[in-house]
Protein backbone atom coordinates (compact mmCIF):
# COMPACT_ATOMS: atom_id res chain seq x y z
CA UNK A 1 0.00 0.00 0.00
CA UNK A 2 1.01 3.18 -0.72
CA UNK A 3 0.94 6.31 1.59
CA UNK A 4 -2.06 7.94 0.38
CA UNK A 5 -3.97 4.39 0.79
CA UNK A 6 -2.89 3.93 3.84
CA UNK A 7 -3.98 7.32 4.71
CA UNK A 8 -7.31 6.84 3.64
CA UNK A 9 -7.95 3.49 5.64
CA UNK A 10 -6.65 5.02 8.57
CA UNK A 11 -9.25 8.46 8.41
CA UNK A 12 -12.15 4.83 7.58
CA UNK A 13 -11.12 3.22 10.82
CA UNK A 14 -10.51 6.35 13.04
CA UNK A 15 -13.80 6.33 14.27
CA UNK A 16 -14.40 2.35 14.85
CA UNK A 17 -10.48 2.99 16.94
CA UNK A 18 -11.41 5.39 19.08
CA UNK A 19 -14.49 3.35 20.61
CA UNK A 20 -12.43 0.04 20.24
CA UNK A 21 -14.24 -1.82 18.28
CA UNK A 22 -11.64 -3.11 16.24
CA UNK A 23 -10.26 -6.60 15.50
CA UNK A 24 -6.78 -7.02 17.40
CA UNK A 25 -4.76 -6.86 14.25
CA UNK A 26 -6.41 -3.77 12.87
CA UNK A 27 -5.98 -1.92 15.74
CA UNK A 28 -2.19 -3.24 16.50
CA UNK A 29 -2.00 -1.26 12.15
CA UNK A 30 -4.19 1.62 13.46
CA UNK A 31 -1.71 1.91 16.54
CA UNK A 32 1.41 2.11 14.52
CA UNK A 33 -0.07 3.96 12.41
CA UNK A 34 -1.82 6.54 14.82
CA UNK A 35 1.11 9.18 14.87
CA UNK A 36 1.25 9.92 10.90
CA UNK A 37 -2.38 10.15 10.44
CA UNK A 38 -4.23 10.81 13.54
CA UNK A 39 -3.93 14.78 12.91
CA UNK A 40 -5.30 14.25 9.05
CA UNK A 41 -8.34 12.08 10.53
CA UNK A 42 -9.20 14.72 12.88
CA UNK A 43 -9.00 17.62 10.78
CA UNK A 44 -10.83 15.89 8.34
CA UNK A 45 -13.52 14.96 10.56
CA UNK A 46 -13.96 18.24 11.94
CA UNK A 47 -14.46 19.93 8.46
CA UNK A 48 -17.41 16.95 7.42
CA UNK A 49 -19.08 18.51 10.14
CA UNK A 50 -18.47 21.80 9.56
CA UNK A 51 -19.85 21.52 6.25
CA UNK A 52 -23.02 19.75 6.88
CA UNK A 53 -25.68 21.58 8.25
CA UNK A 54 -28.52 18.74 9.92
CA UNK A 55 -31.13 20.29 9.97
CA UNK A 56 -31.55 22.00 6.37
CA UNK A 57 -31.16 19.18 3.97
CA UNK A 58 -33.68 17.08 6.31
CA UNK A 59 -36.24 19.38 6.56
CA UNK A 60 -36.08 20.67 2.36
CA UNK A 61 -36.61 16.91 1.82
CA UNK A 62 -39.62 16.66 4.37
CA UNK A 63 -41.69 19.36 3.00
CA UNK A 64 -40.78 18.10 -0.51
CA UNK A 65 -41.95 14.60 0.55
CA UNK A 66 -45.16 16.38 1.92
CA UNK A 67 -46.27 18.25 -0.76
CA UNK A 68 -45.66 15.26 -3.29
CA UNK A 69 -47.54 12.34 -1.01
CA UNK A 70 -50.27 15.33 -0.64
CA UNK A 71 -51.16 16.10 -4.46
CA UNK A 72 -50.63 12.23 -4.94
CA UNK A 73 -53.70 11.98 -2.61
CA UNK A 74 -55.44 14.99 -4.15
CA UNK A 75 -55.17 12.87 -7.91
CA UNK A 76 -56.33 9.92 -6.26
CA UNK A 77 -59.25 11.63 -4.49
CA UNK A 78 -60.08 13.61 -8.19
CA UNK A 79 -59.79 9.82 -9.92
CA UNK A 80 -62.04 8.49 -7.83
CA UNK A 81 -64.91 10.98 -8.00
CA UNK A 82 -64.54 11.15 -11.81
CA UNK A 83 -64.81 7.25 -11.79
CA UNK A 84 -67.70 7.41 -9.99
CA UNK A 85 -69.32 9.85 -12.04
CA UNK A 86 -68.21 8.09 -14.84
CA UNK A 87 -69.55 5.07 -13.82
CA UNK A 88 -72.72 6.27 -12.37
CA UNK A 89 -74.46 8.07 -15.52
Known amino acids: MNHKEKES ?3 DLYDLYKEGE ?8 MKQHESLF ?10 TCLKRSP ?3 EESQI ?3 KVYLSSMYICF ?5 WMTVWFYF
Open 9 to 11: VFV
Open 22 to 29: LEDESMEW
Open 38 to 47: QKNAEDLKSK
Open 55 to 57: GAE
Open 63 to 65: RYM
Open 77 to 81: ILLAI
